[in-house]
């Protein structure tokens, strides 16, 4: 009975183990990958970006390799120090999503109280409505974002990726579900004692909405770090465009500078998540829990 | 609680050095990516004039000279100039030995083997002799002759005789054919004659006999026949159905019947209404015999049975009735048929002895025919002899005349070719003295010649070369030197392209560059294809005046006239691979983080040039940086710095 105990449990760790690897190994192979030279990547990666079929020392088919063969530090350098494009895009990736993370969060705020606190007839009807647009897939709203970008003449600006960042459904959706978690008598409580709107929105209803709050932010920002139609298409000038460009078009050649830029461009990722890693689990799990 | 605390606070810091060392890189970014970049020297592109120049270098060689002849193999015994020296009209250059010269030595041989040709060619010459031919035509009369009164003594059918011969045997081949088709229609060759015995009595023996035979045993056959004929006609009354028996059994029919067939048997002439009336019982008769025969058959039979029922009696009654029946039968049918053979006899004595008479006359007919087809045939064949021979003495005379004519052709002909012979050989025998007169002009002048031992100069100048070397034997018509004519001056050419020759003009001055001793002119005389690339270049000619020695080399410039040009570069920006020319351009471009200067290549095309700059068409504008030097190589689209001015 002990055995076959034993037994199940190793086979779960093996099954584990392999999604485990499956799961980790795209990221583990592009942070060891970044510290090989060019010419080794050349060799290991070569057939599948290169078109020059006359280079000898191209080995015919993929070699995956997780360990360099030398360690270097090139590609950082390049992509750091020798060209400032690269940073010029990294910046690019931070005008862009800052801005959205903020307003969008604060927008998002003020959007889910108001939902949360307004018994209005029209109140279910914008509610289902903000919901059905959270729905829509973001390629089927990109052809009127372009056709309205165009109109207001913020096309090939910043504005252009901006604006429509700024007021999205879904941090709404997700506020509300959490605000209306916040127990009514509170708020009566805040009342009895003369405490106006703005003052229960900012000293009772955020604070209790924190968690909820970073998890948008985190959420937001990963969302926007990671963009690429939008830049691709709103945004024509390749110095305005963002890193995530570069990196989805690493076909170019410079595969051994992309894997640096991805190993650098996931850093800010990585260091959201994990300054706000309980938040973001907080806020996922209650802002579905509670009936609104 | 605190390790969260502590683990956000650890994260934030990592997140602020991150930005932080991002920050301070993309500060510095400039500042890194410059140190790399080449440094390149820029100029304005301008507009202004630009005078072309075309320059080139050359030797200068004399424009005229004249080459020192050796006009006969002999030895050159001294050599009396050098190169450079200024020579006059009939200064001695260089003096020959006085050796006979291997050239009056050929020259004499020559003479000698052209003599001794031409005493061989006398000796050759033929004259013409037919006598040969002469005798052979004589003969060949003479055969014609003999031939001929052969003919006329042979006589000659013609063939209106032959002819006529001819129809004499066809009439008596047709009288012939015909006697002995006569012949054969009477049976042949000959007639044996009549048999050995008498017909006429046989026959009468004959007649009596079966005449005594029908008194014996006629009323028996009549029995029998009527017995016959009324059995035959009561079984035909039985048998309804047989339309053929249109016999009643009348009597008196039967009667009839019997009698004709009795007179019928017996040779007799019978009843013409009888036999019409049993004309239609005729098919029967054949029956009725065979009946007749059958019924002696079936009688054995009846003597049986009438032998079982009324004893011998009966059967010996009725035998010797059918006996007596059955005798009369054969007795006069064997009359009947000796009667008949014996009249067969005499037919055919009768016969044969009237063949006999017939045969015997065209017998005689056939071969009175047959001698004259054999006459006539033998009269022909000679005819037709005659005439073979006869035709075969013309043959042998048309034969003999032929070669009498071939014999006569044979001699014009030969006569003919001996003319032409004659007649060349005339003209090789003049040419040979022509030769001989020639060769002998030649010896003279050479023996002249070699009386001479000085060569003198036959025009004034200066010695360009002098290649004869004392004591060496030269062949004749060897340069021994060159005398550089001064009157006709001197020239430098060189090769420029198509392109550049079109902006110079004949008569147009060139500056020389390399030559500072006294003035020399030089005046572009002529502008040729160059034998080198004559698709591409031209070669231009000066001529060059002033004091100058050949062989000096010059560099000559000649200038085209000055133009106005908008888009003028330093020469140094013009760079060319092998798609042509074209400068490097500086674009800047501005950006959050300063300005950045990218090469960028322009295609152009040079117009004119002069010795710092170049005019060229493209798209280029006043006032665009061109790169005219670079610290490193520079390409296309990339990033520069300016160096610092």
Known sequence: MRKKRYFGRFAMFILCAVFAVAFLLPTVLTITNSFMTESEITANYGPVFSTDKTQSYQSGFVNLKLIPDKVSFTQYINGLIRSPDYLIKFWNSVILVVPIVIFQVAIASVAAYAFTRWRGKWRAFIFFFYVILMLMPYQVTLVPNFLVSKWLGIINTRWAIVLPGIFAPFSVFLLTKYMRRIPYSLIEAAKMEGAGEWYIFTRICMPQCRAATYSIAILVFIDYWNMVEQPLILLNDPDKQPLSIFLSQINKGEIGLAFAMATIYMIPSLLLFLHGEEYLVEGIANSGSVKG | ?645
């Open chain 2, 1 to 645: 609680m605190e390790m969260q605390v502590k683990k956000r606070e650890w994260v934030k810091n990592a997140a602020i050095i991150f930005l932080a060392v991002m920050l301070v890189l993309t500060f510095f970014s400039n500042t890194f990516m410059n140190r790399s970049l080449p440094e390149v020297a820029t100029q304005y592109v301008q507009s202004g004039e630009i005078t072309a120049q075309i320059r080139g270098s050359g030797t200068v060689t004399a424009n005229g000279t004249y080459d020192i002849i050796l006009p006969q193999s002999r030895e050159v015994e001294s050599v009396k100039v050098r190169e450079g020296d200024t020579v006059k009209e009939g200064d001695v250059l260089f003096t020959l030995g006085a050796a006979k010269s291997d050239d009056l030595r050929q020259a004499q041989d020559s003479l000698r083997t052209l003599v001794l040709n031409y005493s061989k060619a006398l000796i050759d010459a033929s004259t013409a002799d037919y006598a040969k031919s002469n005798l052979d035509i004589k003969r060949a009369k003479e055969d014609l002759q003999a031939a001929q009164s052969k003919l006329t003594k042979l006589p000659y059918a013609d063939d209106t005789t032959i002819a006529a011969a001819q129809a004499k045997v066809d009439k008596a081949q047709a009288a012939a054919d015909k006697a002995k088709k006569v012949l054969a229609s009477l049976g042949g060759q000959t007639s044996s004659g009549s048999s050995s015995s008498e017909p006429a009595a046989d026959l009468s023996a004959a007649m009596s006999k079966f005449s005594a035979d029908q008194l014996i045993y006629g009323k028996d056959y009549r029995d029998l026949l009527r017995a016959v004929i009324t059995d035959r006609m009561q079984q035909a009354a039985n048998d309804k159905g047989k339309a053929s028996v249109t016999i009643s059994a009348n009597s008196d029919l039967v009667a009839a019947y019997v009698n004709y067939e009795y007179d019928v048997f017996t040779g007799a002439s019978a009843d013409r209404t009888a036999i019409n009336k049993v004309a239609a019982a005729n098919n029967d008769l054949a029956e009725v015999n065979q009946e007749f025969a059958s019924k002696w058959e079936n009688r054995i039979g009846t003597y049986m049975q009438a032998a079982a029922e009324g004893g011998f009696s009966g059967v010996s009654a009725t035998i010797n009735a059918e006996d007596n029946q059955q005798t009369a039968y054969k007795t006069l049918s064997d009359d009947a048929k000796a009667v008949a053979t014996a009249r067969s006899a005499v037919n055919s004595a009768y016969q044969d002895k009237y063949l006999s008479d017939q045969q015997k006359s065209a017998q005689i007919a056939y071969d009175t025919a047959s001698a004259e087809l054999d006459a006539a045939k033998a009269s022909l064949d000679t005819l037709k002899s005659e005439q073979t021979a006869y035709e075969a003495q013309a043959d042998a005379v048309k034969a003999q005349q032929r070669t009498l004519e071939d014999k006569l052709l044979d001699l014009d002909s030969t006569k003919k070719t001996d003319s032409k012979a004659l007649e060349k050989q005339r003209l090789d025998l003049a040419d040979m003295r022509a030769q001989i007169g020639s060769q002998q002009a030649a010896v003279g002048e050479i023996a002249k010649n070699s009386s001479e031992t000085d060569v003198k100069a036959k025009v004034s100048g200066v010695m360009k070369t002098v290649t004869a070397v004392a004591g060496k034997t030269y062949d004749s018509n060897t340069a021994l030197g060159t005398i550089m004519l001064p009157d006709h001056g001197y020239s430098v050419s060189f090769s420029v392209t198509n392109d550049q020759a079109r902006k110079v003009h004949k008569g147009d001055t060139g500056t020389i560059s390399n030559y500072y001793d006294g003035q020399l002119t030089a005046t572009l005389q002529t502008i040729k294809p160059d034998p080198q690339n004559p698709q591409t270049n031209r070669v231009l000619v000066f001529d060059i005046g002033g004091e100058v020695a050949e062989g000096t080399n010059l560099s000559i410039s000649v200038g085209e006239h000055s133009a106005q040009y908008d888009t003028i570069v330093p020469n140094n920006a013009i760079r060319s691979d092998s798609n042509g020319d074209f400068v490097l351009t500086v674009v800047s471009k501005s950006s959050p983080l300063g300005n950045r200067y990218i090469a960028t290549r322009v295609d152009v095309e040079k117009v004119a040039s002069d010795d710092t700059n170049t005019a060229v068409s493209g798209a280029l504008n006043v006032n665009d940086y061109v790169i005219t030097t670079s610290s490193k190589p520079v390409n296309n689209k990339d990033h520069v710095k300016l160096a610092d001015s």
